[in-house]
């Protein structure tokens, strides 16, 4: 379980805790909730949007006079004696393989 403000936080970032659903599978129902005494309901933000900083970056600049020491067809990527896929997934991001 998780408490969530806004649409747009983290469902990760406030589990609640000290409360315990129990339920029915075979009915797709919740039977009862469980509360016990320690239960703790965060309360910082935890608005991925929210931007409370200001930074002033300076410019950064690469160049690569010669060209890249990497070629990239598809989702395969060859640098130096290496070769790995790159790949995105909903759930756990980037990936290497």
Request: glycine share 6%; hydrophobic share 35%.
């Amino acid at each position: 379980l998780f408490y969530q403000e806004n649409p747009e936080d983290n469902l990760y970032a406030k589990p609640l805790r000290g409360i315990s659903p129990v339920v029915d599978l075979y009915k797709k129902q919740i039977r009862r909730l469980d509360i016990f005494d320690d239960v703790y309901i965060p309360t910082a933000s935890s608005d991925f949007y929210q931007n409370t900083v200001s930074y002033q970056l300076k410019p950064l600049d690469i160049t690569q006079p010669e060209g890249p020491s990497f070629t990239v067809r598809g989702h395969t990527v060859s640098w130096a004696a290496w070769e790995f896929r790159l790949g995105f997934n909903t759930r756990e991001g980037v990936l290497l393989r």
